[in-house]
């Protein structure tokens, strides 16, 4: 490839010279500097040009090519790439007759050998290196990680976010700052230290623990070194306030469901909606447990009372002090009170599922006998949630109470021989409940039945005759289990 430069010289330029080329640059000229110095700047524009075009010459800094317009970073590009040995000039083989000096032959005069003036003086090489770049929040400096990732929440002001970048040398208006908005263009800016602004914003749904942030993507360039990038992730503002009190013994109407939102004035209809259908869903399944399970048992005597709820609420997301994290900042309270409450008898007779052995001794000999149980008392549950910094979040559920099941029985008489009946039996249903490992509120809970052994006795013919026996009519189980038929999933109150 022949290049020529101001003076009318051909220099053949070569790519990756060999190691015979010496330096590169062409007897008599000493340095590299003022060798490009007899070029013109277009002239250097171009050779940078026409370097990169060539797909087997891929290291030209692509950030050079994007300033070759500016004579100073051509000029420092092409020193830079003869002192590391990527290109080298020499004459050509065949030396092409300088213009100027093109009738000296023809006179008779010896033609000159090298320039016939000295090269004009060249600059000083430019150095303009991006090495670092930093960004940092308004809210006391909070600073981007190794990662380049910093989490902010605006807040109503907004947050201007400062960009400074660290550099070797300089020229000028360097570096190049991108910063590219959510649904907005790109905006550009130069210089060392810049900023831009993350803007506030709200999100209105129940997914409030879950949310897509914002995202500001910035990108850093300069004349050389690598490229340089981070994100900014804003997250919303709303803060929420929230109490639900329901009672299934009252109609929906009478329920409360209140909801703050600030700085918002309006609440969201789908809020309440969805708060709603959270607390529904869990009573329908425990509704259906009950109907599947103890009404069969229970038919249509006693009383029921289950699922009365008090929930308490407020959150945020918030900066986490010390680092480039934001998290959800929440406090909550829950309370069943009952989850379940009853008082009830389930009968096993006068003859229905009582065994062959019982019946031997009741409706043959002595009478018509009618067991029963007795269930009374509530089981309650209690749990608390907080989150205070990204690392530190706390839980604490329990369940308490129980409900005591006694067994009892009644003789009706035939035969005057029999003289006594004693039914002996007691069991429990208890609550269970535990905070799965969570960052929002959740609740494992079950309510277990300890099973039922009954110890009868039976006194004929004024004590002379005693028979016992003790009998396992129910075999302890989960109430909730055997309604779903697997464990029971942890239950959110606010949603994941």
Same mark, same amino acid.
């Given at each position: 490839?022949?290049?020529?430069?101001?003076?009318?010289?051909?220099?053949?330029?070569?790519? !990756?010279?060999?190691?015979?080329?010496?330096?590169?640059?062409?007897?008599?000229?000493?340095?590299? +500097?003022?060798?490009?110095?007899?070029?013109?700047?277009?002239?250097?524009?171009?050779?940078?040009?026409?370097?990169?075009?060539?797909?087997?010459?891929?290291?030209?800094?692509?950030?050079?090519?994007?300033?070759? !317009?500016?004579?100073?970073?051509?000029?420092?590009?092409?020193?830079?790439?003869?002192?590391?040995?990527?290109?080298?000039?020499? !004459?050509?083989?065949?030396?092409?007759?300088?213009?100027?000096?093109?009738?000296?032959?023809?006179?008779?005069?010896?033609?000159? *050998?090298?320039?016939?003036?000295?090269?004009?003086?060249? *600059?000083?090489?430019?150095?303009?290196?991006?090495?670092?770049? &930093?960004?940092?929040?308004?809210?006391?400096?909070?600073?981007?990680?190794?990662?380049?990732?910093?989490?902010?929440?605006?807040?109503?002001?907004?947050?201007?976010?400062?960009?400074?970048?660290?550099?070797?040398?300089?020229?000028? +208006? !360097?570096?190049?700052?991108?910063?590219?908005?959510?649904?907005?263009?790109?905006?550009?800016?130069?210089?060392?230290?810049?900023?831009?602004?993350?803007?506030?914003?709200?999100?209105? /749904?129940?997914?409030?623990?879950?949310?897509?942030?914002?995202?500001?993507?910035?990108?850093?360039?300069?004349?050389?070194?690598?490229?340089?990038?981070?994100?900014?992730?804003?997250?919303?503002?709303? &803060?929420? &306030?929230?109490?639900?009190?329901?009672?299934?013994?009252?109609?929906?109407?009478?329920?409360?469901?209140?909801?703050?939102?600030?700085?918002?004035? &309006?609440?969201?209809?789908?809020?309440?909606?969805?708060?709603?259908?959270?607390?529904?869903?869990?009573?329908?399944?425990?509704?259906?447990?009950?109907?599947?399970?103890?009404?069969?048992?229970?038919?249509?005597?006693? @009383?029921?009372?289950?699922?009365?709820?008090?929930?308490?609420?407020?959150?945020?997301?918030?900066?986490?002090?010390?680092?480039?994290?934001?998290?959800?900042?929440?406090?909550?309270?829950? @309370?069943?009170?009952?989850?379940?409450?009853?008082?009830?008898?389930?009968?096993?007779?006068?003859? /229905?599922?009582?065994?062959?052995?019982?019946?031997?001794?009741?409706?043959?000999?002595?009478?018509?006998?009618?067991?029963?149980?007795?269930?009374?008392?509530?089981?309650?549950?209690?749990?608390?949630?907080?989150?205070?910094?990204?690392?530190?979040?706390?839980?604490?559920?329990?369940?308490?109470?129980?409900?005591?099941?006694?067994?009892?029985?009644?003789?009706?008489?035939?035969?005057?021989?029999?003289?006594?009946?004693?039914?002996?039996?007691?069991?429990?249903?208890?609550?269970?409940?535990?905070?799965?490992?969570?960052?929002?509120?959740?609740?494992?809970?079950?309510?277990?039945?300890?099973?039922?052994?009954?110890?009868?006795?039976?006194?004929?013919?004024?004590?002379?005759?005693?028979? *016992?026996?003790?009998?396992?009519?129910?075999?302890?189980?989960?109430?909730?289990?055997?309604?779903?038929?697997?464990?029971?999933?942890?239950?959110?109150?606010?949603?994941?």
């Amino acid at each position: 490839m022949l290049i020529q430069n101001r003076l009318g010289t051909r220099f053949e330029l070569l790519l !990756h010279p060999a190691a015979s080329v010496a330096s590169g640059v062409p007897v008599p000229y000493a340095s590299a +500097e003022a060798f490009l110095a007899t070029f013109t700047a277009p002239q250097r524009a171009q050779m940078l040009r026409t370097l990169s075009s060539n797909p087997s010459f891929p290291t030209v800094d692509p950030i050079a090519l994007r300033n070759i !317009h500016n004579d100073d970073v051509a000029a420092t590009t092409l020193v830079r790439l003869l002192r590391g040995r990527h290109i080298g000039f020499r !004459h050509p083989s065949a030396p092409v007759a300088q213009v100027r000096q093109g009738n000296a032959g023809a006179r008779g005069e010896p033609a000159a *050998k090298g320039p016939s003036t000295p090269p004009p003086t060249v *600059k000083p090489a430019v150095v303009c290196e991006l090495l670092a770049i &930093e960004a940092a929040c308004a809210h006391n400096g909070r600073k981007a990680n190794k990662a380049g990732v910093l989490e902010v929440v605006p807040g109503r002001d907004d947050d201007l976010i400062q960009l400074k970048s660290t550099l070797k040398g300089g020229c000028g +208006e !360097h570096p190049r700052w991108e910063v590219r908005a959510p649904f907005s263009s790109e905006v550009v800016k130069t210089g060392a230290n810049s900023s831009f602004v993350a803007k506030s914003w709200g999100f209105k /749904a129940l997914g409030i623990f879950e949310v897509q942030p914002k995202t500001y993507s910035v990108n850093c360039t300069c004349c050389t070194g690598p490229t340089k990038q981070f994100e900014v992730r804003a997250y919303p503002i709303d &803060e929420w &306030e929230l109490s639900v009190a329901i009672d299934l013994k009252k109609p929906p109407t009478q329920w409360s469901v209140e909801v703050k939102i600030t700085p918002w004035e &309006e609440t969201s209809l789908t809020l309440k909606t969805d708060v709603l259908r959270t607390f529904n869903e869990k009573t329908e399944r425990l509704k259906w447990a009950l109907d599947k399970v103890m009404v069969p048992l229970v038919g249509k005597q006693g @009383e029921w009372e289950f699922f009365k709820t008090k929930l308490k609420f407020s959150g945020k997301w918030a900066e986490n002090e010390g680092d480039h994290r934001a998290f959800y900042k929440y406090t909550a309270g829950l @309370e069943l009170d009952p989850l379940l409450k009853g008082y009830f008898l389930i009968p096993f007779g006068p003859s /229905a599922a009582i065994p062959a052995w019982i019946k031997k001794w009741t409706t043959d000999y002595i009478g018509d006998l009618y067991l029963y149980l007795k269930f009374e008392g509530e089981v309650k549950l209690f749990g608390s949630w907080s989150r205070t910094t990204a690392d530190k979040s706390s839980a604490q559920v329990e369940g308490s109470g129980k409900i005591a099941v006694k067994a009892g029985g009644n003789l009706f008489l035939m035969k005057k021989s029999a003289l006594n009946l004693d039914v002996n039996g007691s069991t429990s249903i208890t609550g269970e409940a535990k905070a799965p490992v969570s960052r929002t509120p959740a609740i494992e809970y079950d309510l277990k039945w300890g099973g039922l052994e009954i110890e009868l006795t039976i006194e004929a013919a004024w004590g002379l005759v005693e028979y *016992k026996r003790k009998w396992k009519p129910i075999e302890g189980f989960s109430l909730l289990e055997k309604m779903l038929g697997r464990k029971p999933d942890p239950w959110y109150p606010l949603g994941r």
